[in-house]
């Protein structure tokens, strides 16, 4: 985390793993809050997708994890910080196509493998870092001073 | 196409949100997979899905989806439902197959609200 002097808002959340009764409530909350702010709703419109993305692999592969959400006058971040499996070879968990979902997830819509790249292509900055058998962090940048 | 002429067309029923039937339609997204839906769906677009999860009401709040049609007779679980009114999110029942829901609409002149993209 920063300690940005910029920073106009910061938020923190959790998510619990498997827990796909509340999957998106992280996501739709920083949706409103940024409405609230009042950025033009394609800005918003991807920072949500890509949280949701981000939140819907925490239900589905990890234990738990911490979000900060932060907004300065020039970029909106969030950051998940789970607990859990880990990504053993990011490059290939980043291809489109790859997943290692059940059929219990297809059933939810998701577990095509689309979701990191989802996140890529909505993201200015995406940084990704994970350890197996310890957790994964996903920091995703917008810009927003457009 | 307003929302009430989309109800209409489909032959379907308007569950939820029905003071928001004047709203206009500017295009339309069907799948069953929320992430195609978040990668390839515009703004504005009606989602037709068999989808009846949590995640379909969420999936079209996160794109900027401003109603949801549940194709072939599928209804939705109460919760769900329920989700969708808090949302102030527009859902329709109706027994057509996704094919013949979106024949229908595209007859209609409501165009795709959904990206193109080339086999990879
Ligand atoms: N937070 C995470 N913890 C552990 N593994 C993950 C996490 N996020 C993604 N993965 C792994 O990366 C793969 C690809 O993720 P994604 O692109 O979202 O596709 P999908 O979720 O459809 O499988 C997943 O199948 C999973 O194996
Ligand atoms: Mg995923």
Request: hydrophobic fraction near 40%; aromatic fraction near 4%; include cysteine.
């Amino acid at each position: 985390m920063s300690d940005d002097p910029e920073i106009m808002l910061r938020e923190r959340f959790s998510i619990q793993g498997g827990d796909f009764g509340r999957a998106g409530r992280v996501s739709t909350t920083i949706k409103s809050m940024l409405k609230q702010i009042g950025f033009p709703a394609p800005l918003i419109r991807r920072v949500a997708i890509a949280t949701y993305e981000a939140e819907i692999n925490v239900v589905v592969y990890a234990d738990r994890a911490d979000v900060t959400f932060e907004v300065t006058p020039t970029v909106i971040r969030v950051i998940l910080e789970d607990e859990g499996r880990g990504i053993a070879d990011l490059d290939l968990a980043m291809q489109e196509g790859y997943s290692t979902a059940t059929d219990e997830i297809r059933e939810m819509g998701f577990g095509a493998g689309m979701g990191l790249p989802n996140i890529k292509r909505n993201a200015d900055d995406l940084e990704i870092t994970s350890e197996v058998g310890v957790g994964t962090t996903v920091r995703i940048t917008v810009l927003a001073g457009e | 196409m307003t929302l009430n002429e989309v109800v209409h067309v489909l032959e379907g029923e308007l569950v939820c949100c029905a003071e928001k039937d004047s709203m206009e339609i500017t295009g339309v997204c069907a799948s069953d997979l929320m992430s195609d839906v978040l990668a390839f769906g515009t703004a504005g677009s009606l989602l037709i899905t068999g989808l009846t999860n949590a995640q379909s009401v969420n999936t079209a709040e996160v794109a900027d989806v401003v109603a949801i049609a549940y194709a072939r007779g599928k209804r939705p679980a109460d919760s769900v439902l329920l989700l969708a009114e808090e949302k102030g999110m527009p859902v329709i029942l109706c027994g057509l197959s996704l094919y013949e829901a979106c024949g229908r609409l595209y007859e209609h002149g409501l165009v795709s609200g959904s990206e193109i993209r080339e086999p990879q």
